[in-house]
C-alpha cells in the first residue's frame, strides 16, 4: 500500500511523468526508484488486467445464452481452443516466409494460445490453462537460440517471422494469452518462460539490432505494433521499465513511444498518414493497447487524449469505406468492416464512448464481437438498443499531417445511402514509406460498385509463391508509379520522379472545399512540386442536379508549365465493360506492345488508340445495371488510348485492368475538363436496355484563367449548364459573359440552368 501511494504521488500530486518533471539526475534516481518498487506494486495486481478483466469474465459468463451473435463468437473461439487441446503441439524451426507452413504455424499457434487464455477465464477448465503454458515451454526452449529468420526480405527481419512486425504481433496476441493464465502457473515456470522467450523477444524487438530499435521509435504502424507488443507484455510481467519505453520511446523521454505516435501518425480530423488501409491495419494495436492502458493506468485517460484522438480515427476509418469495403488509397488489399482489426476497433471505441450508438450499424454488419470486457460491453448494449440508429456516412474532408497542415482527402457522398455516388479525392502528403505519388487523384463508386478506381498494392498477403507473402516488385514498377492512377503524368514521369525523400517534403495546397449542400459539393488544390516548372490544379466537383438522371462529376484539371511537354496524360481506370465511343479508334488485334519501357508505362498494354475527329470525345461503359460515360474536351493533338495493365509481368502479379486515357500532345499549358456521368438502365434479366446513351450533347471550356474557369454543358434535351469554379484561394468577385448575358459570383463556384428557346 505505501509503495502504490509513492506511485501515485509521484504521477498525479505532480501532475505527469516524472521522466518530465525533473532534471536528469534526479531523474535518473527516480525512475531507479519506481523499478525497485514496481515488482511489489504488480505482484498485487490482479490477472487477467491487460484485455479481459475480472469484471469482463464475470459479465461474459452470466451472459452466455442471452445474446446469439456474442454466443456465436463465443463459440467460435472456443472451437479455436477445443480444437488446439486434442492436437500436438508444433513449435517448428522457422524456415517459410509468409504464406508458408512454419509462417502459418507460427500464426495460428498465437491464435489459439490468446484462444485457450480466454476459455480457461471463462470455463475455468484448466486444461486450457495447461495448454499455454506447455506452448510457451516449447517456445522458450527454442527462442534463446533462434537466429535471424533465413527467408527474410525485410530490413528488420524476425526470428520466429521473416519480419520482426510478425514478431510484435506474435507477442500482442501472446500476452493477452499469458495474462490470462499468469496465477495458474507457478513462479518458478513463469520465471523461465520470461527469461528464456519474453525479455529476450523484448530485447530483439526494441533493440534487437539497429534497424529494429529504428522501427520501435519510428512514427510508423510497425512502431506502433512494436510498443504495443513491448507494453502489453510489460504490464503482464509487473515491468515498468518496459511499460515506459513503450509509452515513452526507448529514452523515455516522449520523443518517440506509443503517445508521440498518437500525436504524430493522426490528423486532428483522425486522417492515418499512411492512408485507410494501413489505418485499418494500425487500428488494431492502437485500440487494443490503449485499451490495456486504460485498464492498467487509467489516471493517463488515453482515450481522452488529444481531443479523443483514437475515437476520431475509428470514426474516419469506418467514413474512408464504401459499402463496409476500405478505400483503396496508397498500399491496399481489399478489406472489409467484418475484419478482426476492425471488430476490435468498434468494440473498443464503444465501450469508452457508449454514447456512439450509431456503431451498432456497424456492429450489425460485422455480426461479430471480440471476447472481451469490450465485445460484451457492446453486445449488451447492442441487444438492448431497440431502434438503432444508422451509421451516417457523410462528404467531409479530413485533414493530413500531425497538425492538419499537409493537405487531406476529401469524400463526397451524394447521400447517406449504401449505394451513393461517392467520389475520392487524394490530395494528401507521401504516406510514408506506403504512400504512392499520385497527387490529386480520384476515385468514383456508384450504385453498390466501384466505377473510377485506384489500383491499391500488388502483394498476394501470406501466399509464399508470390514473393514469400511481400510486396511483389511491381508494386513498385507499377502501382506506385503516377500513371497507375487518375491523374495527370506527365512526359511519362512519375510525381517527384518516384523518389520518396522528395515527395515526403511537399504536400498539395488545398484551396477550398464545399460540401454545404448537396446540389454542389467541390474540392480545388494545387501542386506546385511535382514536376520542375509545372503547377497542377485539379477543381472536381459533384452535381446533383435534374438535368441529369443521376449525380455527374465535374472534373477540370489544370496544367501550367514553364516549357512545352512531349506527353500529358490523364488516365480513367474504369470497372466494367466497354459499350461504345464518338470517335473512330485502331484497335491492336494482331500484336500487343507496351504504352512505354519504364515509370509504370511499360505495365500498360496499348490495345487501341484513336484521334477525336470532335471537339468532345465520348467512351461509354456498363457496370452492373447502370451506363456510363467519360465525356472530354479534345484538339488536334489529343490522343485517344484504350489500355489494360498485365505488360511485362511474367509472373501474372498484376490484375488487367482497363483504361481510357486521354493524351495530349506537345502542350505547355492544357486543361482537361471531362464529365463523368451515370446513366440508364441495364436489365439482363428482363432484357431491358434504357438510356445507354451520353445525356452530354455538347461540352464546352468558355472561360479558363487564372481567376475562373467556366464550363457549358448542352445536354440531349437541350438545356444548358453553367458551370465556373473560382481558381483561387480568396473569394473575390468573379465575372464572366454567356451569349450576351452577365454572370457575377463570389464564392467557389456557380451553376446556372438556361432553358434554351
Known amino acids: ?230 507494453g502489453m507484455i510489460g504490464y503482464v510481467m509487473g515491468d515498468k521499465n518496459l511499460t515506459d519505453m513503450a509509452l515513452y520511446g526507448s529514452n523515455k523521454d ?101 454514447k456512439n450508438k450509431s456503431l451498432f450499424d456497424i456492429v450489425g454488419q460485422q455480426g461479430d464481437f471480440v471476447v472481451s470486457d469490450a465485445g460484451i460491453a457492446t453486445a449488451k448494449a447492442f441487444y438492448k438498443e431497440k431502434n438503432k440508429p444508422y451509421y451516417t456516412y457523410e462528404s467531409l474532408f479530413m485533414r493530413d499531417g500531425q497538425h492538419g497542415t499537409e493537405g487531406g482527402i476529401a469524400i463526397m457522398r451524394n447521400s447517406n445511402t449504401p449505394d451513393a455516388t461517392c467520389l475520392t479525392y487524394k490530395a494528401t502528403s507521401h504516406g510514408l514509406s506506403h504512400g504512392h505519388y499520385d497527387k490529386l487523384s480520384i476515385t468514383l463508386h456508384d450504385n453498390g460498385n466501384a466505377i473510377l478506381t485506384d489500383y491499391g498494392a500488388v502483394r498476394f498477403l501470406n501466399i509464399e509463391p508470390k514473393y514469400g507473402g511481400h510486396y511483389t516488385k511491381e508494386n513498385y514498377s507499377w502501382a506506385m508509379q503516377t500513371i497507375a492512377h487518375n491523374t495527370v503524368t506527365i512526359n511519362e514521369t512519375s510525381h517527384f520522379e518516384a523518389k520518396i525523400d ?52 465535374v472534373d477540370i484539371f489544370r496544367v501550367k508549365s514553364q516549357q512545352v511537354n512531349r506527353t500529358i496524360d490523364l488516365p480513367f481506370y474504369y470497372q466494367g465493360h466497354m459499350v461504345s465511343t464518338n470517335f473512330n479508334y485502331q484497335k491492336n488485334t494482331v500484336e500487343l506492345k507496351p504504352l512505354g519501357d519504364k515509370n509504370g508505362y511499360q505495365h500498360l498494354w496499348l490495345e487501341a488508340k484513336g484521334v477525336a475527329d470532335k471537339s468532345q470525345a465520348c467512351f461509354t461503359w456498363v457496370k452492373g445495371d447502370r451506363f456510363y460515360s467519360i465525356t472530354t474536351l479534345t484538339d488536334a493533338s489529343s490522343e485517344l488510348m484504350m489500355t489494360r495493365t498485365g505488360a511485362n509481368d511474367p509472373y501474372f502479379n498484376l490484375r488487367q485492368d482497363p483504361a481510357f486515357m486521354i493524351r495530349q500532345h506537345n502542350a505547355a499549358n492544357h486543361t482537361f475538363v471531362s464529365v463523368i456521368e451515370p446513366h440508364g438502365l441495364y436489365d439482363i434479366t428482363k432484357e431491358v436496355t434504357v438510356g445507354y446513351r451520353s445525356n452530354i450533347n455538347s461540352l464546352k471550356l468558355l472561360i479558363d484563367n487564372e481567376s475562373v474557369s467556366v464550363v457549358e454543358i448542352i445536354t440531349a434535351e437541350n438545356k444548358t449548364l453553367l458551370f465556373a469554379v473560382n481558381n483561387k484561394t480568396e473569394k473575390s468577385v468573379n465575372q464572366f459573359t454567356h451569349k450576351g448575358e452577365n454572370h457575377e459570383f463570389t464564392g467557389n463556384y456557380y451553376l446556372k440552368l438556361i432553358t434554351n428557346k
Open 1 to 230: 500500500m505505501v509503495n502504490q501511494f509513492i506511485v501515485l504521488f509521484l504521477f498525479v500530486v505532480i501532475g505527469q511523468p516524472i521522466k518530465y518533471a525533473f532534471n536528469m539526475n534526479l531523474r535518473k534516481h527516480i525512475s531507479t526508484f519506481l523499478l525497485l518498487f514496481a515488482t511489489s506494486l504488480i505482484v498485487a495486481a490482479t490477472h487477467p488486467g491487460l484485455f479481459l478483466t475480472p469484471k469482463g469474465v464475470k459479465e461474459i459468463r452470466s451472459s452466455l445464452g442471452k445474446y446469439p451473435i456474442f454466443d456465436q463468437s463465443f463459440n467460435e473461439l472456443k472451437k479455436i481452443a477445443d480444437e488446439a487441446l486434442v492436437a500436438e503441439i508444433i513449435v517448428p524451426q522457422p524456415v517459410d516466409g509468409g504464406g508458408g507452413y512454419t509462417h502459418e504455424k507460427h500464426k495460428k499457434n498465437y491464435y489459439e494460445m490468446n484462444a485457450a487464455g480466454i476459455l480457461f477465464q471463462i470455463t475455468k477448465d484448466k486444461r486450457y490453462a495447461l495448454f499455454v503454458k506447455d506452448m510457451l515451454f516449447a517456445y522458450a526452449a527454442i527462442y534463446p537460440d533462434l537466429g535471424l529468420h533465413p527467408a527474410t526480405k525485410s530490413a528488420t527481419p524476425g526470428k520466429i517471422f521473416w519480419q520482426a512486425l510478425n514478431e510484435a504481433v506474435w507477442l500482442v496476441h501472446t500476452s493477452m494469452a499469458y495474462d490470462c493464465v499468469y496465477d495458474f502457473i507457478s513462479e518458478s515456470d513463469r520465471k523461465y518462460i520470461e527469461t528464456n522467450l519474453f525479455y529476450p523477444m523484448c530485447d530483439f524487438i526494441s533493440n534487437g539490432n539497429p534497424e529494429n530499435y529504428k522501427v520501435f521509435n519510428k512514427m510508423h504502424n510497425h512502431g506502433t505494433w512494436a510498443t504495443a507488443a513491448v
Open 254 to 354: 516522449g520523443e518517440t513511444g506509443f503517445i508521440r505516435q498518437l500525436d504524430f501518425l493522426f490528423s486532428p480530423d483522425g486522417y492515418f498518414t499512411e492512408g485507410p488501409y494501413y489505418q485499418r491495419y494500425a487500428i488494431w494495436p492502437f485500440m487494443t493497447f490503449a485499451q490495456v492502458v486504460q485498464h492498467q493506468q487509467p489516471e493517463l485517460k488515453i482515450f481522452e487524449y488529444r481531443d479523443g484522438i483514437l475515437l476520431k480515427a475509428v470514426d474516419k476509418l469506418l467514413q474512408s469505406s464504401y459499402q463496409g469495403e476500405i478505400f483503396y488509397l496508397n498500399d491496399a488489399l481489399r478489406k472489409t468492416f467484418k475484419t478482426q482489426e476492425i471488430v476490435y476497433a468498434v468494440n473498443i471505441a464503444y465501450k469508452n464512448n457508449p
Open 502 to 553: 522528395v515527395s515526403s517534403e511537399f504536400h498539395p495546397e488545398i484551396l477550398y472545399h464545399d460540401f454545404s449542400t448537396k446540389e454542389v459539393q467541390l474540392i480545388s488544390a494545387l501542386e506546385k512540386n511535382a514536376y520542375p516548372g509545372i503547377e497542377m490544379q485539379r477543381t472536381t466537383a459533384m452535381l446533383n442536379h435534374p438535368a441529369f438522371e443521376f449525380p455527374v462529376i
